[in-house]
């Protein structure tokens, strides 16, 4: 079984133990569902791992779902979810994939309509509803029904709640509606909420926050967004649109003085969350998105707080928030439950890299027609090299792609580099604010060697060498390759290490603890690749490479100079990582990288 198919499992367990009790079930609910987004978010299949004996070190899946996970790969299912799953009509399962169909309306539909079917069933609750029984059932009525058969519609368009956007573009849509929300007179504040603002790679809509004390003027503002198909919903402080590229979004408004409440209870994962409040009760405190009830006495920045007649608390800022359950305040990058909030009690959290600790990016392709095997850039090195001084970078590294081997013999291709050199040195000696290394990005073939010979690549600081071809091959023989073109001298940096493409290619297969392993002996450092479709290193992987202490560099893979403005998604996939500018190479002045890049 793939990874998706047993997330998908696990998530029919959740709905199950969600339409029986959701109270009573409630851990175990968010036990599946975490198990579920973790399963999601490897870069490793489930099935690899198991060989390996590997498969319950993965972090958020706990040892009895591991174990579970582990019958579902020898087996290909699980003997006591499918006892569960009995429980419920199996027709209940399909609606699941619509938007805003939850479990205990998929029941009811089911249930009540009689929908026995589960291979029509989508088709069967549409006739249902164009005739009217939808809105007939207690507590669904005329509105509920034509939402219903609109998020059919989205579904049979592609919209389920399994098509995830990639970061990048889901941040780019935010930003435009954070932006056209920020025009409101009565918006004081406006924040991005959920996955988005935890930077996840992939996310599902699009939440947002706005602090005013006037949320129908808010409302209806977010309502005349230019760029929206058509409003959903609107409620007393709450609404939700759909944007023209069929991407919903949706917008909570919360008075200034309890913003910081909002934003902690939306942004942290649900096992981040739990784990917070489960701490907070331990102290005879109870958190919620209003703030925090006790009846104690609570002290921020050594002021005592006042609390309403309800003894609730409430907080404008959220680092506030933090501090009145005695913990530091958590980067949102880091609130997936792995150990940040046991680190926060003791305020030991480390010190995440930003983007201005960034000196250099190392990965860019120009426009200096070297003839490679990949594509050329758009922007010449001058232009390179003048978007890395706006940027207020103090070195770039050219690394194009190199010279196709099919098309050229060896003396060809060491003309062309010779002609680039020529020019990345001339302009190194006329610009003392910025210097340029001769890098290139190196094929490492299918037998594991390098496609140019040492005679050529004695030419360059370094190489970034990277696999391009022969994705699927088995995971020894994998590894076997990434090693030996690692070996080579003048390899100093892996490029995009796993080779996936988000939404689109699932990364190879290969013993990355070796790999780190080898890496950190060798002085060689990982790339993660700010390139929107790929945040290669995956942030998962980050963490691992920072656990056992091998070297990273932040880069765009850049085709163009505008493209070099991406290098935040990388330093964001870092910040998931828990890595800090002591584990980030670009972060060195130009010396003391220079001295890495000639392995001194």
Request: proline fraction near 4%; charged fraction near 30%.
């Amino acid at each position: 079984m793939t990874n998706s198919e047993i997330a998908k499992t696990l998530r029919d367990i959740a709905a199950v133990y969600s339409i029986k009790d959701e109270k009573k079930h409630y851990f175990q609910i968010a036990a599946y569902q975490r198990a579920a987004d973790t399963l999601e978010r490897l870069t490793i299949e489930a099935s690899d791992l198991f060989v390996q004996g590997r498969l319950r070190e993965i972090k958020g899946v706990g040892q009895t779902i591991a174990g579970y996970i582990e019958e579902m790969v020898k087996t290909g299912k699980v003997k006591h979810f499918e006892e569960l799953k009995k429980t419920v009509p199996p027709a209940v399962f399909p609606l699941l994939n619509i938007p805003k169909i939850g479990p205990k309306t998929a029941f009811k539909l089911v249930s009540v309509l009689k929908l026995k079917r589960a291979e029509n069933v989508v088709e069967e609750l549409e006739k249902k509803a164009k005739k009217g029984e939808i809105a007939a059932i207690e507590g669904f009525g005329e509105k509920s029904q034509s939402d219903i058969l609109r998020a059919i519609e989205e579904y049979y368009r592609g919209k389920t709640k399994t098509r995830r956007m990639v970061f990048p573009f889901a941040l780019e849509i935010a930003e435009r509606v954070v932006s056209y929300l920020k025009k409101c007179p009565e918006a004081k504040q406006v924040e991005i909420l959920g996955s988005l603002r935890r930077k996840a790679e992939t996310v599902g809509d699009i939440d947002i926050a706005v602090a005013s004390d006037q949320p129908q003027k808010v409302l209806a503002w977010f309502g005349k967004y230019p760029e929206k198909e058509r409003v959903i919903e609107v409620g007393d402080a709450t609404s939700s649109i759909l944007t023209s590229g069929q991407r919903q979004v949706d917008v909570m408004v919360q008075p200034s003085g309890a913003f910081g409440s909002l934003l902690q209870h939306f942004t942290g994962s649900k096992a981040h969350n739990i784990h917070l409040r489960t701490y907070a009760q331990s102290k005879g405190l109870s958190l919620s998105e209003y703030g925090i009830k006790s009846s104690k006495q609570i002290t921020v920045n050594r002021k005592q707080l006042i609390a309403n007649k309800k003894l609730l608390y409430q907080f404008s800022k959220e680092t506030d928030f933090y501090e009145a359950i005695g913990l530091q305040w958590i980067a949102p990058e880091m609130r997936e439950d792995t150990g940040e909030i046991e680190l926060a009690i003791k305020h030991k959290l480390p010190d995440l890299v930003e983007l201005k600790d960034i000196k250099g990016d190392l990965h860019t392709h120009s426009s200096f027609n070297i003839e490679p095997s990949h594509d050329l850039g758009a922007n010449t090195i001058g232009e390179m090299a003048k978007k890395a001084e706006n940027l207020g970078y103090k070195y770039l590294g050219l690394a194009e792609h190199n010279p196709s081997i099919t098309a050229h013999n060896n003396n060809q291709i060491y003309d062309l580099l010779c002609r680039r050199n020529m020019v990345i040195e001339k302009i190194n000696t006329s610009n003392t604010n910025i210097t340029l290394f001769k890098l290139l990005e190196v094929d490492i073939q299918a037998d594991g060697n390098l496609a140019l010979d040492d005679k050529i690549l004695e030419l360059l600081d370094g190489a970034i060498v990277s696999i391009h071809s022969s994705f699927r091959l088995e995971k020894d023989e994998m590894t076997k390759r990434i090693l030996k073109g690692l070996s080579h001298p003048k390899a100093r940096i892996l490029g995009h290490p796993t080779g996936r493409l988000l939404n689109e290619r699932p990364g190879i297969e290969a013993d990355w603890p070796d790999i780190f392993e080898f890496c950190q002996k060798n002085n060689k450092a990982l790339e993660i690749n700010s390139w929107p479709y790929r945040l290669d290193l995956p942030d998962t992987m980050v963490r691992e490479a920072v656990k056992m202490g091998v070297k990273m560099v932040i880069d765009t893979d850049s085709h163009a100079s505008d493209q070099m403005d991406v290098m935040r998604y990388g330093v964001y996939t870092a910040r998931r990582g828990w890595a800090t500018k002591e584990n980030i190479l670009n972060t060195l002045p130009p010396d003391m990288f220079r001295k890495w890049l000639e392995n001194k």
